[in-house]
């Protein structure tokens, strides 16, 4: 497959599963952000590379919410997947929940990052196209443009 033919977001959709244990934790006994951002970021990198077909690397962390405290026991579901593609570059949406033994699921955390496709000499190349399928993939498309304006604008205003 030619590596710049359109893909559909939910080809490179990706989850991961974690359990917090204590050597995940922070002196006030929640789950350390940098052990989350972490795992965001590898993630989204797999996202990413499931995409572009290639290797990726991270440009931009855009945003990143905590929502409420994450604890030990809790079982993570980190949920990711390309909202927006630029030439080179792809946001991705990674979405933290804790699950319930229900099944239950909370969201605790939502990050927007930003990934380079690159070739083997570390220079940028294309990504495939986005093809949305459903109303919240183009909503989401439509937000990430947003984004990818107001991240031009912060970068050309050096802000």
């Given at each position: 497959?030619?590596?710049t033919e359109?893909?559909h ?43 572009c ?16 405290p ?41 990050a927007?990052?930003v990934?380079?496709a ?35 604008k ?6």
């Amino acid at each position: 497959m030619d590596k710049t033919e359109a893909k559909h977001v939910s080809e490179s959709e990706t989850e991961q599963i974690h359990v917090v244990f204590q050597s995940h934790l922070n002196p006030a006994g929640r789950l350390f952000g940098g052990t989350l951002v972490s795992w965001i970021d590898v993630l989204a990198g797999v996202v990413a590379q499931r995409h572009c077909g290639g290797y990726a690397t991270t440009a931009e962390i855009d945003k990143l919410d905590f929502k409420s405290p994450i604890y030990i026991g809790s079982t993570l579901v980190i949920h990711g997947k390309v909202t927006c593609v630029g030439r080179t570059s792809m946001e991705v949406k990674v979405d933290t929940f804790t699950e319930e033994y229900s099944g239950e699921r909370k969201l605790v955390n939502t990050a927007y990052l930003v990934l380079v496709a690159l070739d083997k000499d570390g220079r940028p190349v294309p990504v495939p196209k986005l093809i949305c399928d459903t109303k919240e993939e183009k909503a989401e498309e439509q937000a990430g443009m947003k984004r990818r304006m107001l991240r031009k604008k912060r970068r050309d205003e050096k802000f």
